[in-house]
């Protein structure tokens, strides 16, 4: 393959992140259609259609899917059965059972599918889980995650959110699992309510603590919080044997500033979008690539599964104040067949 | 009271450092007697004695205690019996039940006591609980402690340690306490043995990471180990509705070299005993404040039987695996009742 | 004006990236023809012609000089006669008659003339002039500009640069004046190599320390290498009478690694391209802006006739050791009529 | 010598340190008598006296002078015509034939004699020295002292000080001949007055930045302020052909506060006997060492000869506003047959 055409679904946010990206600074890929049933695609320099044409379409290769979650399975679904590759956001279902059936169909259909953890595509996640895959901390053995927004989705949002642990904690396990290289045993979570009635009222928490243990005894923590009044706190620390790795936030300068008052520097970048901006080029890149050369899918949908697990372990372990096995979870759906 | 006459029983490493700070640089104070039956006292400018004779001095109105742990209840109740105020190294007793009889004495006799938890006294901590209590982070949602030591201790003295919740995580469960101003609900516990068989053969484990709920949801973490590669790691993080504070590592110089091979600076203070060198001046300043002034002692019995507790309802969470109410090792020893 | 069309003369490093940032990142404005007489220019979407063509151009409004500095007071005075306005790179001639000459007929044409002294658009030199502006460090008394290459360019360009104050020191001359916002009294610079005879042998020199007299008294200082041997150091700090700002250098991540070795992390962003990738772009897009906006040119000609007034009596001051007097260079060329 | 005994002339702030270390801290030494006219020595545990009787006691083997600066040089020589081992404050004397004629009579009676300046034993000019010496950075090509104070002393004081240079730069002038390893060749000096006319009518300055050439051409840059609006700052950075160290400020904790306003941190120690504590304690050691076991003293006469003399130098400097030679001031004082 010399050029990879694509197809894009959802034309919001993240869509044109990654429409920007590809038109501009990844090479060997071209989009050839855009889909968005609501999004105003009048301006776009290349042809637009329904989700149906794009994945039809006989030279378009790949799809990338930025529409909303609940369609998430269904276009992948339609990808594998039409023989296209696949690109997804993040999370593929709220529903493990849907996502199980997805991943059989791709399996059975022997698509390629790379699911959008960005954050594992971050300069300072990438140098943790570099300097932890070289040897330099030795065996981890306490991993800190901590991953906290600067502020509530609106409520309409968390409705349909799945809970924080889907919508939220999700990257964060994904994250532990990336950076521990090593499978998950058991979870431990604790969570909270301090934004006030409402998320409550809509079935969901802002707060948590959640640790996550390995069958070596190795322990993860995360960290959570909805509202940072600071801004946007994305750190991981790494513990190991031989030493530890920290990586901080990203600012928008340098600046110290002393006076009278004390020393005061800039708060971290505020948002996602700010923050992670790289992330969604290289993860894109990466996806491109392994399709060019045919090469591994960098972020697979095994571990969407997983994380999956996680967050649905997380919230058993919050509605019964217990540790439970992913084990269970997975007995639970006949998930451990496709895991 | 304008001079307040001490005894000091236990002229070890700890009893050393009190002695030092009394006589050099704390006012109002006198040591009238030292007594250990093992140190060499031969060149001390202060009389010596047997502990005996310290708890039935005339003139001695208070009593340091930094004599082995399994004395520390025995003499506690020696110098209430004696109408002698007391300060006493952690822990007071490893056993619960030893304590509250022993707080019991104290309490009929009416003595004051002062525990040694010298780490509420450390500059940086210090600073977090003044920014914690002048709200202006806020209510306080997730605090974060970090306590790693730079190497486990000899294993002669892991084997009589009480293990490591009661003898090296007990601080940072009284400085979760401290800092939070509100009482634990549960403690759930992971621990594990990476420094090899000997340390498990002792019964003892080296790493923990330990979830701390309250009643209002608020959550502290605590991770432990006794082997960080580089050095002694202190920390701690607190995370509330308005804002977030933390407190590093303190070092011996703030050089920074930049050569081609990377940025470079100093390392933590190696050990306890330089980091925390002025803790220990400002709490022995403190007591003896308390005593000359008749006012508050700042860390009470009951400080010390609360972290007994917590460091019990690890040990339980562990050999459980799942969250222990502090009211389930209360009730067991029915230390409600003092608490 | 509501879209502007320009031409682009020269299409090497820095032209590519001005190429890009107008193609991809600034709207407002289309490149009507690119003109290099080396480079390979078949693969580019928009139409190719000489320089001649560009500035005959009739629908061309402005045109960007990336060309060699030779040639650039030559083009830019094409353009004033073709009355198309000018973006220019740095610096705009090794001479001070020329660049006179040259600025009298922009003046007398009336053209836009814009020089390209881009990091007064970086984000943290940004940060220090919004802080000295906002008036939050009082009076800036000493400014102290830190300015170090990775490492020296070849001979060959060295021979043909005008020595290390015109051709590296220029921008912070001009970065002097820019944070000072006030006119330099006197200059005195002390020169050294440390980089081998074949410095010495071009007739340059590879590091220096520069005083800058203000005619209030305050003092701006420069240090420069050609060779920081771990990597480009680019930091800045003021001091006023009500505090202080610094901003350092800017980083690949934000990884800190503890070992037994010490605390480790990442050596600054390696070179001038990476650090300064964004204030290119904020660069051009204040160019574009201004004449789509019919307002005020960010970096004048002035600005650039100052720097190199400032570079020739840095160059005087080393070769008579003494202070000197902006007033004595821009006696002898008769530059105070224009400046 | 296993005991070394000693005198103290003057009690004021510096001397109470120098008493208090040696009766507390340092070893072998004991303080045989203390004088001061003027200060209240009523509670001290020591002997009291007239300077003339400590100079003249027949077991007093070393006096510390810390009375007025114009009593230096005389108690310096009745010391050395006693045949006493002498530690004097810094300064020696504002004159310096003076100063010459003292070190002359010193050289004669073969006395040894240490100098005050006691910022070569802090941590982290220490620190600095060992990388230096070490090679870690190569051959230092440029220094940077920053030295502010947190506000200027009184009126009254400055008048009788000797001006900035010999009285806050000579630290500075000492520091950089400490860490540079090099003799001086060239001295240019700006000066100016911000803190107002008072400061000007007693014919002081309180600002500076002092460019120091070497015969090698590594060039140092000291930069003064009498008034930093956030403290004492005290900062040194040394560039060499291997890489580059940096010493900071010290901290009283080692906090950041982050909410929506932005991150703090705490403000440098503001004091400098906060800030150089330990630096009095390792200087006196070192002194009482260096006697004991009749080894070199680590700061001669010469070393402060040298200070005052790049004082006048720069001093020069700024009222002829131009470089000025060490050797030009050592000529006019013949101050090169000493040193």
């Known amino acids: 393959m010399s050029t990879l055409h694509i197809g894009l679904i959802g034309f919001g946010r993240i869509g044109k992140i990654h429409f920007t990206n590809i038109q501009q600074r990844i090479k060997g890929v071209e989009i050839v259609m855009v889909a968005d049933p609501v999004a105003d695609l009048s301006g776009l320099s290349v042809p637009t259609g329904t989700p149906e044409e794009i994945i039809a379409h006989p030279t378009i290769e790949a799809v990338i899917i930025c529409s909303p979650t609940d369609t998430h399975a269904h276009y992948i679904e339609e990808c594998a059965l039409a023989g296209k590759h696949v690109f997804c956001e993040k999370p593929m279902d709220l529903a493990l059972d ?113 640790t996550i243990k390995f069958e070596d005894d190795s322990v993860a923590v995360i960290d959570n919080s909805r509202k940072a009044a600071y801004g946007y706190d994305q750190r991981v620390e790494a513990f190991g044997s031989l030493g530890m790795v920290q990586v901080g936030n990203n600012v928008p300068d340098t600046h110290t500033l002393a006076t009278a008052q004390g020393i005061q520097s800039a708060l971290p970048l505020h948002f996602f979008l700010e923050r992670y901006m790289e992330s969604y080029f290289t993860e894109m890149s990466q996806f491109v690539d392994a399709l060019l050369h045919d090469s591994a899918i960098p972020v697979s949908g095994h571990d969407a599964l997983k994380a999956t697990v996680m967050a649905l372990a997380a919230q058993k372990s919050v509605e019964e104040n217990r540790p439970v096995l992913l084990s269970e979870i997975e007995a639970e759906y006949a998930a451990e067949l496709v895991i």
Request: proline share 4%; hydrophobic share 40%; net charge neutral.
């Open 98 to 210: 849907r996502i199980l059936q997805t991943l059989r169909l791709v399996q059975e259909k022997g698509i390629k599918l790379m699911l959008g953890f960005n954050r594992r595509f971050d300069a300072n996640f990438l140098k943790v889980k570099h300097i932890i895959d070289s040897g330099e901390i030795g065996e981890t053995q306490i991993l800190k995650v901590t991953s906290r927004d600067p502020g509530p989705p609106p409520l309409q949002y968390l409705r349909e959110s799945g809970g924080m642990f889907m919508d939220m904690t999700i990257h964060d396990f994904d994250m532990v699992r990336y950076l521990m290289n090593k499978e998950v045993k058991e979870v431990y979570a604790t969570a909270a309510v301090f934004g006030g009635p409402d998320i409550r009222a809509a079935g969901d928490i802002d707060t948590a603590v959640i």
